[in-house]
């Protein structure tokens, strides 16, 4: 067999669409978080007939297809040929207060995942997140926190509030609650730090339950993103957060 026919393998991947960028006239960029393979870009071809914009129509973000994929090493991008959705979102992108929240979420998604190593059970948690947004019927607004809540753990940056009591500060560096306060700007004080508890008892399937008002849900919003990109820089500068607050009010 020739080497060059050694080195390419045929893969079925199953992956989540983040993102969708034009890299030329003829073809797109798909960026997919994949089951096993983690972050993986391929490119897609492009155009404006009707193949093409049910082509297009079947890579919207949050998107769960699968595809067989010639995986060359030779190649910084792999080419994605023919494939299929493997889920069919039923709501996601015809509801607006959804579409909002997934918006949220693929762009979260897409610059978190930038470095990350394959994680089948954060792939998991993020299908069956997006299924309960698909099928949601109350309890949207707080999605995109519970979220973010959940997701802390998966990203080893869940706060340890063992220590919480109402007169500490939470160290945002440290994720962890401390009887003075810590010697930099990255923190809550006491009276801030007063609602971790309130929050750590939020996730997908009590989200519902919550009641804050629009400022206070973008406050919280706000905060969240803030630890996040205390950990992982690239998140400070995502513009989805406008999207919701319009939604939301």
């Known amino acids: 067999m020739p080497a060059n026919l050694q080195e390419m393998a045929i893969e079925k991947i199953t992956g989540i669409v983040t993102d969708v960028v034009k890299h030329s006239d003829r073809h ?62 039923k709501d996601l992108y015809f509801n607006p207060v959804k579409s909002a929240v ?84 990255d923190t809550l004080s006491p009276q801030e730090a007063a609602v971790l508890p309130l929050l750590a008892r939020m996730n997908l399937r009590t989200a519902h339950l919550f009641r804050f008002s629009a400022p206070r849900r973008r406050e919280l919003l706000g905060g969240l993103l803030r630890y996040y990109s205390l950990h992982f820089p690239g998140l400070s500068g995502l513009k989805s957060p406008a999207v919701l607050a319009e939604v939301f009010g």
Do not use: C
């Open 28 to 89: 797109n960029v798909v960026t997919l978080f994949t089951r096993h393979h983690g972050r993986v870009s391929l490119l897609s071809s492009a155009g404006t007939g009707k193949t093409a914009r049910m082509r297009n129509a079947s890579l919207m973000p949050l998107s769960v297809i699968s595809a067989d994929i010639n995986f060359n090493p030779t190649r910084e991008l792999q080419f994605l040929g023919k494939f299929s959705r493997d889920i069919l979102w």
């Open 102 to 185: 997934g918006i949220f979420i693929s762009e979260f998604l897409n610059t978190y995942l930038r470095h990350s190593a394959p994680d089948p059970a954060l792939w998991e948690f993020i299908v069956t997140s997006i299924r309960r947004l698909d099928a949601g019927r109350s309890g949207l607004a707080n999605f995109h926190l519970a979220f973010l809540i959940e997701f802390l753990g998966y990203a080893g940056i869940r706060p340890d509030l063992t220590e919480w009591r109402d007169d500490a500060w939470f160290d945002m560096r440290g994720g962890t609650m401390s009887v003075m306060p810590p010697g930099h700007r």
